[in-house]
């Protein structure tokens, strides 16, 4: 087990983001439906119930050579003076007003069908005042008889209206057309006295006299159940309130990608965090729209680089965590396990250990009672116990509340994302499997032996091995198993999965004869041969008669 510590003071980068276009309106006029159509991928929810969309969502995206970023919001749903209860939709106001204020661009959203509501003169008085450039989006023309109802939304005061279909695509390119005219060229510049040092994401271009040519962020996912504090995480470590955090379960609905780099002694790297969904039980999830959630969650740890699994201290490891950690594996995803929540038993083990230390003083014996738990080394022991098929990822105590040990997190996605990116030489790879072969032979139920012949790596992310074997029939996984803790003794991969791939040797020697194979009503050159021969054997000589003689 391996214990984290930074390698020196962070310096946290807030990430500037160019071209933002934003797309705000009331509740359920199809906001989240012209995100998917412009960026033509199903990143956001979009389902009848208003209100889905609570988060910015955010996404990195081209029209016509023309980068940008595009943000979903959640609606407003409040006239001016109005109050709410509610802290969902207090926090959802406060993330849209984030949008506008960040935004280069902003596309307002209405309703044809609906026409011009109170809430529509609400949201176009909150734009009016930003100072933003304006173009309205009037959604759900499907017909040409709802075109015509365009134009009573020139009484919002905004002179470019842009009837559109975000279901059928239609109108699309003259609204994005003229939402990219309006958005500045800005070329990014690295921050002054940072090193453009390769890092995660990163890699040297031979081409290039080693000058670094970027590859993308890390892709960090972090998932749990409901109420672990993800979300938390996220905000605690870009120091910001990128995402909304409340005590109520099930917050967080949509995949929210939340970029941030991080200067570690000169060297800066870039991350994008993944906010995601509480995964619940499939027996308790209830609705369609906490389906769909769950469904993003799982695409999100398959499209992550890593994936940090977040475990509520104070219920310890559950049977959802270990589906969770399942679904991870199946993934052949890194990772990385968080106890979150620490700051609620901090003092607690601290008391235990303090008392442990004076029995040990006094020589006080504990014979047949359960051994306790007083150090973060036996937890995380405890917790790879549990988690024994994830038994290879690091251990992480954090409090998102206090900012515990998230310096640590840090240097344990830096080190993992080393860890996956290392290769191997094919010399030094088959010299340790031979050793591991020669210090345990491999058993098999056939009366075969398993013969191993040449092994090489195929793949860095995750690290997989292709192995040339007489027959691969005969590699088990136990063995499996054992070659691969054997290569983890020897080259770390710590929070890595490896897959072993065997690949059984070509026959180079082909059979001689080969034999047609005929049908049966068919008879072929065998069959009259063999007629032949059974005509011929069938014949019995003659005997002589008596008179001969």
């Known amino acids: 087990m391996r214990i984290f510590i930074s390698a020196g003071p962070e310096i946290f980068y807030p990430v500037r983001v160019p071209n933002l276009i934003a797309i705000v309106g009331r509740p359920n006029v199809g906001k989240s439906a012209l995100f998917n159509r412009i960026v033509k991928k199903r990143i956001a929810i979009v389902h009848d119930q208003p209100g889905v969309t609570r988060d910015r969502v955010s996404v990195e995206a081209e029209w016509r050579g023309r980068p ?18 509610d802290v969902i939709i207090q926090a959802a106001l406060e993330q849209v007003e984030m949008a506008i204020e960040a935004a280069s661009v902003i596309i307002l959203v209405v309703n044809v069908q ?3 509501v109170p809430l529509d003169r609400e ?12 173009l309205v989006a009037a959604n759900k023309v499907d017909t040409e008889r709802m075109e015509k109802m365009v134009d009573e939304f020139v009484a919002l005061g905004f002179p470019k209206i842009f009837p559109v279909s975000a279901i059928h695509g239609e109108g699309i ?6 939402a990219t005219a309006e958005i500045p060229v800005i070329t990014s510049q690295p921050p002054a006295g940072v090193d ?19 590859t993308g962020p890390l892709k960090i996912a972090i998932v749990g159940r409901p109420n672990v504090g993800k979300s938390s995480i996220i905000n605690a470590l870009t120091a910001s309130s990128r995402v909304i955090v409340t005590p109520i379960a099930g917050t ?13 002694e000169g060297v800066l790297s870039h991350y994008i965090l993944i906010d995601t969904a509480g995964m619940r039980k499939a027996r308790r999830v209830d609705d369609s729209v906490e389906f769909f959630s769950v469904q993003r969650s799982e695409e999100s740890i398959i499209r992550s680089d890593i994936t940090v699994l977040v475990v509520d201290a104070s219920e310890g490891i559950t049977e959802q965590d270990k589906k969770i950690a399942d679904v991870i594996v199946e993934s052949r995803r890194a990772c990385i ?3 979150n929540k620490w700051d609620l038993f901090d003092e607690e083990v601290r008391a235990a250990r303090r008392q442990e230390i004076v029995r040990r003083e006094k020589k006080v014996r504990r014979e047949g009672q359960a ?25 992480i105590f954090t409090s998102a509340t206090t900012g515990f040990h998230l310096d640590r997190l840090l240097e344990a996605m830096r080190y993992v994302a080393a860890q996956l990116q290392q290769r191997i030489p094919t010399a030094i790879l088959n010299r340790t499997l031979r050793d591991a072969v020669d210090r345990r032979q491999p058993v098999s139920d056939a009366g075969h032996r398993l013969k191993f012949y040449y092994a090489t790596q195929v793949r860095e992310s995750p690290p997989t091995f292709l192995l040339f074997v007489n027959r691969d029939e005969l590699f088990s996984d136990q063995y499996k198993k054992y070659l691969a803790g054997e290569l983890r003794t020897a080259f770390g991969y710590e929070g890595c999965p490896i897959v072993l791939a065997a690949k059984p040797r070509p026959k180079t020697i082909a059979p001689m004869r080969k034999f047609k194979m005929t049908n049966r009503n068919t008879p072929g050159p065998m069959d009259a041969h063999r007629a032949a021969r059974r005509e011929r054997y069938s014949r019995k000589p003659k005997k002589k008669s008596n008179k001969s003689r």
């Open 123 to 134: 949201v176009s008085d909150r734009l009016r005042r930003s100072g933003k450039t304006i």
């Open 196 to 214: 453009e040092t390769p890092a995660e994401g990163m890699e040297a271009d031979p081409k290039s006299a080693g000058k670094p040519v970027r």
């Open 337 to 339: 396990v968080v106890i």
């Open 173 to 178: 390119e003259r609204l994005m057309d003229a």
């Open 114 to 116: 609906d026409g011009v």
């Open 371 to 395: 051994k306790e738990l007083t150090t973060l080394s036996q937890f995380a022991e405890w917790v790879q116990e549990k988690l024994f098929f994830l038994d290879y990822a690091p251990v």
């Open 68 to 85: 940008f970023t595009l943000v979903d919001t959640g609606g407003i749903g409040l006239l001016r003076g109005e109050k709410s209860n």
């Open 252 to 264: 967080t609905r949509d995949a929210v990608d939340v970029p941030f780099s991080v200067e570690t």
